[in-house]
């Protein structure tokens, strides 16, 4: 088999280093490497971090009340709608796609105010339902906490960045070590926050209007130890501040789980990004540490490269040397690069092995939600109200809504002319 790398999601059926899918690959091609989507991984470490204490728990709760409570009714959505910008929307909460829980913690926080004045417009509607009133009034009593506006810009700078973390992670063109580089950069930028605490304080301050933490009123619990040699069980929980609490129970606990989710995911990464990482890097390895490099992955692809390898590394690093004032910035990756060199100048017969080398690279996939996309494409254009739909037109509609992009740059003008004038049913001369 030619196959050199997999790419599935996490679910244990298609990764299980035992009975997974990727398993059974390996038995039959020991080098088709397994490879987790990168943008499913970073939407596993969103969850893990939203999970990880009860406060993260509750302010998105709060999110998906607030969605559910104004578009139950046509009623309320309105009132909503009239003093909210058109261009927020408040969004479901859902654990698949993490681009609805930015869009819903942004439009929080830039119509923060708006959300609650139109809760507090259906709270005191007389002609509501008591019950909905009441609900309403709950709604503003939650977003007038400290801890509800301090969680609310937090979020928003955190998902943000990840939201457009994971656009870029979809790319059909991204590159394995594009794909690390991106996901550290996040796990750095959210590492950074841990000292921003009392800037995030001041902003949620300012953003319900209130300095005092609901914490602070509830009774301090007795901690229960089980050790009573030690304090015989009546040790009082250590005595911290309100803010100082909250930064330590609730807000920490987030950055360190992203951050070591993170860590975690990118392991799984770091294998296959060290064997290529000379690529990256040509013309500061010196020669003995590319034929490091190329013996590690002659070793790894004994079939594929041969022991010329090495030599013919150290020969292609001088090559590239002469042409790098050609590589453009941006659109394309070093190792694309490179291996447009090999081709545009016609030099694959002398570089065989880095040219095979480089085309292994760049087939690896890194993500596999643009394929999955096709799939769920299907539940929209095969509903209940085309149940009688034969296959072929199921297969043009379907690879239309894939390719959307090309085929909104189609003109139908001549084709609705052509179709119009074939069944015009209007008798001409009357």
Request: with cysteine; net charge neutral.
């Amino acid at each position: 088999m030619t196959c050199r790398g997999q790419t599935y999601d996490n679910a244990s059926a298609m990764s299980g280093i035992y009975n997974g899918l990727q398993a059974k690959v390996l038995e039959v091609n020991g080098v088709a490497t397994w490879i987790p989507c990168t943008a499913h991984s970073l939407n596993l470490v969103g969850k893990n971090a939203a999970e990880c204490c009860r406060s993260a728990v509750n302010f998105f709760d709060i999110l998906e009340k607030l969605y559910v409570f104004f578009t139950n009714f046509t009623r309320r959505h309105q009132v909503l709608t009239d003093v909210l910008n058109a261009s927020l929307t408040l969004k479901r909460v859902t654990t698949t796609r993490w681009s609805c829980r930015a869009d819903a913690t942004k439009a929080l926080k830039l119509g923060y105010h708006q959300i609650k004045g139109a809760l507090q417009q259906i709270s005191d509607d007389v002609e509501e339902k008591a019950c909905v009133r009441c609900e309403a009034e709950g709604l503003v009593t939650r977003l007038n906490q400290l801890e509800t506006g301090i969680y609310t810009v937090f979020w928003n700078d955190i998902l943000q960045r990840v939201d457009a973390t994971n656009r870029s992670l979809q790319s059909t063109k991204l590159d394995l070590n594009t794909a690390v580089a991106t996901l550290t950069s996040l796990k750095d930028f959210v590492s950074s926050k841990r000292d921003s605490f009392e800037g995030y304080e001041r902003e949620g301050e300012e953003l319900c209007g209130s300095s005092v933490y609901v914490e602070s009123t509830t009774r301090q619990k007795r901690r229960s130890v089980r050790l009573e040699a030690v304090d015989y069980g009546h040790g009082e929980e250590t005595q911290f501040n309100p803010s100082l609490r909250f930064k330590v129970e609730s807000f920490l606990p987030v950055i360190d789980q992203f951050t070591a989710s993170l860590h975690q995911r990118l392991q799984a990464y770091e294998l296959l990004a060290g064997r290529f990482g000379c690529f990256g890097c040509l013309s500061t390895l010196s020669p003995e540490e590319l034929t490091t490099a190329a013996k590690t992955l002659i070793g790894t692809y004994p079939d594929d490269l041969d022991h010329s390898f090495a030599d013919e590394l150290c020969h292609f690093a001088k090559f590239a040397d002469i042409f790098k004032d050609d590589e453009p910035s941006g659109n394309i990756s070093t190792e694309q690069f490179l291996y447009k060199l090999i081709i545009n100048k016609g030099v694959q017969d002398t570089f065989p092995n880095v040219a095979i080398a480089l085309r292994m690279y760049l087939v690896l996939m890194v993500t596999n939600c643009s394929a999955e996309r096709s799939f769920s494409k299907l539940k929209l254009i095969e509903n209940r109200l085309r149940t009688s739909m034969t296959q072929a037109r199921l297969v043009n509609l379907a690879i239309m809504s894939t390719e959307s992009d090309i085929l909104r740059e189609i003109d139908f003008t001549d084709i609705i002319s052509d179709f119009a004038a074939a069944k015009s049913r209007k008798v001409s001369g009357l």
